[in-house]
């Protein structure tokens, strides 16, 4: 079946610009994880979503930066006014949502997005 | 301190050889799962193998095994009969309990290791 997707791939941006990043997970999970990536960095976590809503944002680095999945499936990531920094690869991944540590996450080919 | 120590910044290894990927771990947790990734230069994380903190046999899919050590936290990845297609960076990274003892299931990163197969 098909797996995660992520549009756009690339985003390019001016500073202080408002960006959105769209993540359609692998249909029928309910779990879905957003991620940033810095350049030889790991992965970092940014926020999760059981359903609709947010039940971890914890990872989010300030106030700019917000998400959403108003149906449960399709989640959003928004970004406001855009700074330098924000530039990484953003990364979503979703899992079934069962209990148990071993219910693997499944990532999407992430959105590059560069603020000038 | 580190959740996650991926120590080899970059390994080489000759194509049909075995090689080790090491990774440690800090938790205090008792239960925990652990997972490698590997990341091709496409950029897509692929998930590889899961090992869980109380299974009392090391994870194997295909060429790939974990070698886990509870007591020495670590869990190394090993790939035998490396493949061209094998060069990648790769991952280790751990799911944890929340306070309450569920899990929200989020993923913590090491630094990961560039893996080079040579011909």
């Known amino acids: 079946g098909a797996g995660v997707s992520q549009t756009p791939s690339n985003k390019v941006t001016e500073k202080g610009k408002y960006v959105e990043l769209r993540c359609d997970p692998i249909s029928g999970h309910t779990a879905l994880y957003w991620y940033r990536q810095s350049l030889g960095q790991g992965p970092e976590f940014l926020i999760y979503f059981q359903g609709t809503g947010a039940a971890d944002d914890s990872g989010l680095p300030n106030d700019r930066f917000f998400a959403v999945r108003p149906e449960g499936s399709v989640s959003t990531l928004k970004i406001q006014r855009t700074e330098r920094g924000d530039s990484a690869v953003y990364l979503c991944a979703s899992r079934l949502g069962l209990a148990g540590f071993g219910d693997t996450q499944y990532f999407g080919p992430g959105t590059r997005l560069t603020v000038l | 301190a580190q959740k996650i120590t991926q120590t080899q910044p970059g390994m080489f290894v000759q194509e049909k050889e075995a090689v080790t990927l090491d990774c440690t771990y800090d938790?205090?947790?008792?239960?925990?799962?652990l997972f490698w990734y590997k990341q091709p230069s496409s950029g897509e994380m692929i998930f590889l193998i899961y090992?869980?903190?109380?299974?009392?046999q090391n994870a194997t899919e295909g060429r790939y095994s974990l070698n886990f050590q509870k007591a020495r936290k670590s869990a190394n990845l090993v790939i035998s009969a490396s493949q061209l297609g094998d060069s990648a960076m790769y991952f280790c990274a751990m799911r944890e309990a929340n306070a309450g003892g569920t899990s929200y299931g989020k993923l913590t990163f090491g630094q990961g290791t560039i893996l080079t197969v040579h011909p």
């Open positions: 938790t205090s947790d008792q239960s925990y799962g």
């Open positions: 090992q869980g903190s109380y299974d009392e």
